[in-house]
């Protein structure tokens, strides 16, 4: 049985950094794309970083290139989001999901995406 369990939100001042974990269970990780998607209150769900299955690459949207990286550590089967210089844009809640049936670019769309995280929420004050 597919499982993801997110981990490392929190509150951060603009400018700071935060990292999350996205720990996996039940499946070849190297198998599936993993993405990580945002959603911010009373807005609909947007992609922020994906990386692909089988060394497909990474996909980012263009508010969060250069500032946020997506990496995996197979042996840990946990994938990790690295959130720097962080702005006011970017709070909201931070899902982790997994897909096994979408290769390279796909990845940053969410309808392809059949497992999900709980989310982890993320707060940048004022």
């Known amino acids: 049985q597919v499982h993801l369990v997110e981990s490392g939100g929190g509150l951060v001042q603009p400018g700071g950094s935060l990292r999350h974990s996205c720990q996996t269970s039940?499946?070849?990780?190297?198998?599936?794309?993993i993405g990580w998607f945002r959603q911010a209150p009373g807005q609909v769900r947007v992609g922020v970083i994906c990386?692909?299955?089988?060394?497909?690459?990474?996909y980012s949207g263009d508010a969060v290139k250069g500032r946020f990286t997506i990496f995996r550590d197979n042996a840990k089967a946990t994938v990790y989001l690295q959130m720097n210089s962080l702005t006011l844009e970017d709070p909201g809640v931070y899902y982790c999901?997994?897909?096994?049936?979408?290769?390279?670019?796909?990845?940053?769309?969410?309808?392809?995406?059949?497992?999900w995280g709980q989310g982890t929420q993320v707060t940048v004050p004022l």
């Open positions: 999901a997994a897909s096994g049936r979408v290769y390279g670019s796909g990845c940053i769309e969410d309808h392809l995406f059949d497992y």
């Open positions: 039940g499946f070849a990780l190297d198998n599936y794309s």
């Open positions: 990386s692909s299955s089988y060394g497909g690459g990474t």
